[in-house]
């Protein structure tokens, strides 16, 4: 239970990378940009000249400002997608789109109970009692002030909807709505009971919050020492991203008031005082979840470094050297320190302990000193230089960093190689003769661990997606797989190996192959099958397949003979509901339907565009493009009633709808209209097709008409064996 928690969690912090990972590129748009739009900054350096308003280069940055403020007024829904996302198992692209529709549909919801409550009144404004910061608009939605938690609450809940649901097999009335097509739909049904339950729930979640905000920074610059001291001891784990997240960008790293709007989370705050030419200084009760970086990811561990260079044996010095020297300059300019810190982590667990209390007491350190430097992802230079010495010491007091950072450095340097001498630590460069040299990742570190493998084991696949492959001539012969509403579509390089007696094992109704084109009828429920097959394909052998054909066998050839000697009972009669030339279905001009892979039925070339209910029946499904409808009878008889061959890509054009899911109808009334000149003209045939999809094996259609048939009269019977 313990690893399968930190297994969910770990994902978890790995699907807030792709949200924070924008956060550099917002930050440095919004960083140069209101820097050099700020009034002050231009009248300093006396570049009025160039950079004043009506330049050139005033416009411009005034455009990076906006596009980075874009970016961080709209964090909630960017996480709402990105963690959806990077939750999502499979078929990421339907999870972001889930999950945006999720949002707004939460929002919206919250948003109309506001309005219910009277928290919002008539004319859009926030009731005079209503505590300051606890409504937002959010896409210009009036909504409870959530920040990322709302955008991750619908991540990850979209994405446990995603993984339950993106196979999910429906009756065939509604298979069309299966599989990745029904995410979206659960989504908005669940969010909107989600955003209900907010609208009662979130007020004591706002509270909570706020009291464990005043808890950190109600103790101070130890709150400070501790948040750092657990940031750093996460990152083996790779959970630190939950953990810092909060105080980031929620209430968690406290409130306050930037140009007249309340700005929750510390790096929130921070960035709207950017914004703000107003601002004197920048807070350090904002900034002290990050400002301490910059002192030991610019100083102290290049001091490790140095340390451990001056360690390394002499035959090893220059390779280690080389190695340390590369993962220094990462660490200095980009505050990227994986390289250094596992490397201690690997080899050494002591000297990780002795960074994580050095870099614990950086940020205490620098809170207490008022050091107020942001930053986008971490305390690199780059990011220095931009939000530190860019802005000015008298907003930031920067230049503190730089004696605190050299002490930081020495003491590295001297604790670090004292360690290493001390208890012989193999450090890089003092390994075992025949051990290479080299710097450890977060990989080695879970191997050296024995940590299981969170991403799980490729499962060798379902037995349908494996005879599906074979049936194909194997992985290396199949070059697309996609589906329509029916079938699945595959392309395949060497016509030659197809198997057709392998492909009928997996269940089809039919098969179709044309040229490299093969089409394998499942029905409604193909959207699954293509599913399981695209996962099956990404680890499956990359080869070809060449069964051995087998001769058809003599038993269906006697089971047929057997059929047609056998008593036939008719079971019911059938009436048509096209008016035009009545004919068998083998008639059909299409192979799919010729061949009866749908069901028998029958076909009739119309002579009146419009299509009767043959009986009382209820509508079980139309086609999106109205060129299909499905009935299910009061005893049971399933209808389906195709309009033309090829019609589904007129998109709907020549037909017209009277009828939707759901209605039950009487026998006579009227289904649709359809133009069957404009049929003729634009698909392959105006052929109307009755297709009967429940029949058992010992049911067959038998015409009883031929010729002219009007609409409700006789056509076929349903007989039996």
């Known amino acids: 239970m313990k690893d399968k928690i930190f297994g969910v969690l770990q994902r978890i912090g790995r699907s807030f990378m792709l949200p924070i990972a924008i956060l550099p590129v917002a930050g440095l748009l919004l960083g140069i940009g209101s820097s050099l739009t700020n009034a002050t900054t231009i009248e300093t350096y006396h570049l009025a000249g160039i950079l004043g308003e009506g330049t050139v280069l005033n416009a411009l940055f005034t455009i990076m400002t906006k596009a980075g403020n874009a970016i961080f007024d709209n964090l909630p829904i960017i996480f709402a997608v990105g963690v959806a996302i990077g939750m999502a198992k499979k078929e990421k692209e339907v999870a972001a789109l889930s999950a945006m529709i999720a949002f707004l549909v939460m929002n919206v919801t919250i948003n109309a109970m506001l309005q219910i409550d009277g928290t919002i009144l008539a004319d859009g404004t926030v009731a005079s009692d209503v505590l300051s910061g606890t409504v937002a608009s959010v896409l210009g939605i009036q909504t409870l002030q959530m920040g990322v938690f709302g955008g991750i609450i619908v991540g990850l809940g979209v994405a446990a909807l995603h993984n339950r649901f993106h196979k999910i097999v429906l009756p065939n009335a509604l298979s069309f709505f299966g599989g990745s097509r029904f995410v979206p739909i659960i989504s908005t049904i669940v969010y909107v009971g989600v955003g209900i339950l907010l609208f009662f729930v979130w007020p004591f979640v706002q509270n909570g919050i706020y009291a464990l905000g005043g808890l950190v920074t109600g103790t101070g610059y130890v709150g400070t020492l501790i948040f750092g001291i657990i940031k750093r001891a996460l990152i083996p784990f790779g959970l630190h991203h939950v953990f810092y997240l909060p105080f980031w960008q929620t209430a968690v790293g406290g409130t306050m008031e930037v140009a007249g709007q309340l700005v929750q989370g510390g790096q929130n705050i921070f960035f709207a005082q950017l914004a703000d030419p107003s601002t004197v200084h920048f807070s350090a009760d904002a900034t002290r979840y990050f400002s301490g970086e910059f002192i030991f990811m610019i100083f102290g561990l290049p001091g490790a470094a140095l340390a451990m260079y001056h360690c390394a044996k002499k035959e090893k010095k220059k390779q280690a050297g080389g190695l340390l ?125 024995g940590a299981k493998d969170q991403t799980g084991s490729v499962s060798g696949g379902d037995e349908r997606s494996i005879l599906i492959t074979q049936g194909l001539g194997g992985k290396k012969n199949i070059s697309d797989v996609d589906c329509c509403a029916t079938r699945l579509r595959c392309t395949v390089v060497k016509p030659e190996l197809v198997n057709d007696q392998i492909l009928k094992q997996t269940g089809p109704s039919g098969i179709v192959k044309k040229g490299q084109g093969i089409q394998i009828i499942y029905g409604p429920s193909v959207t699954v099958v293509k599913s399981n097959l695209e996962d099956y394909l990404v680890n499956a052998p990359d080869e070809e397949y060449i069964a051995q054909e087998t001769a058809p066998e003599l038993e269906e050839e006697q089971k047929e003979e057997t059929k047609n000697t056998v008593e036939k009972t008719t079971k019911k009669v059938l009436c048509s509901p096209f008016t035009g030339e009545a004919h068998p279905i083998t008639d059909t001009p299409d192979e799919a339907f010729a061949g009866k892979m749908m069901g028998d039925g029958y076909m009739v070339m119309p002579e009146e565009g419009v299509v009767y209910a043959p009986e009382d029946s209820t509508v079980s499904f139309v086609f999106p493009t109205n060129h299909a409808i499905g009935l299910t009878t009061e005893d049971g008889v399933e209808y389906l009633l195709h309009i033309g061959v090829d019609t589904v890509k007129l998109e709907g054009k020549g037909f017209e709808m009277f009828v939707n899911n759901g209605d039950f109808v009487k026998k006579g009334d009227k289904l649709m209209a359809f133009d069957i000149q404009y049929i003729k003209e634009h698909a392959k045939s105006e052929a109307c097709i009755a297709v009967f999809t429940g029949l058992t094996e010992e049911e067959e259609i038998v015409m009883k008409a031929s010729g002219h048939v009007n609409a409700q009269e006789d056509i076929a019977e349903i007989v039996s064996c």
Not at 358 to 372: S, V
Not at 388 to 407: A, E, F, S
Request: hydrophobic share 55%.
């Open 325 to 449: 020297l590369s993962a220094a300059l990462t660490c200095m300019l980009t505050g990227i320190t994986e390289p250094l810190e596992f490397s201690f982590l690997f080899v050494a667990p002591l000297l990780f302990v002795v960074q994580v209390i050095l870099a614990g007491a950086a940020y205490m350190i620098a809170h207490i000193l008022n050091i107020a430097v942001g930053l986008t992802f971490s305390g690199g230079f780059i990011d220095l230089f931009i939000f530190g010495i860019l802005q000015g010491n008298d907003k930031t007091n920067w230049m503190r960093i730089i004696p605190v950072g050299i002490i930081y450095f020495i003491l590295y340097y001297v604790i670090f190689r004292f360690l290493i001498l001390k208890f012989n630590l193999k450090t890089p460069g003092r390994e075992d003769d025949d051990a290479e040299t080299k710097l450890y990742t977060k990989a080695d570190y879970k191997a050296k661990q």
